[in-house]
């Protein structure tokens, strides 16, 4: 499980050139690798702010979508 969530890491890099091919996730997924390093923290990390302001944000943007009703 620790495996999966560490290629993960690398796969959602911002920089395209820091994330692993296909190839070399399935590698990584299927072989023995013992030593997986834990890719460096992205420059636009979110959990540096304040959890209030993140929580603020997202509940205004939620109310700013407007509802679709469909005909029964």
Not at 4 to 16: D, F, G, N
């Given at each position: 499980m620790k495996k999966?969530?560490?290629?993960?890491?690398?796969?959602?890099?911002?920089?395209?050139s820091d994330r692993?091919?296909?190839?070399?996730?399935?590698?990584l997924l299927e072989g023995e690798v013992d030593c997986l390093q834990i890719p460096p923290k992205p420059s636009l990390y979110q959990l540096d702010k304040p959890r209030e302001?993140?929580?603020e944000a997202s509940c205004s943007m939620n109310s700013t979508i407007p509802s679709l009703t469909l005909p029964r």
């Open positions: 999966m969530i560490i290629v993960a890491l690398w796969c959602i890099q911002l920089k395209p692993p091919t296909m190839n070399k996730v399935i590698e302001l993140v929580q």
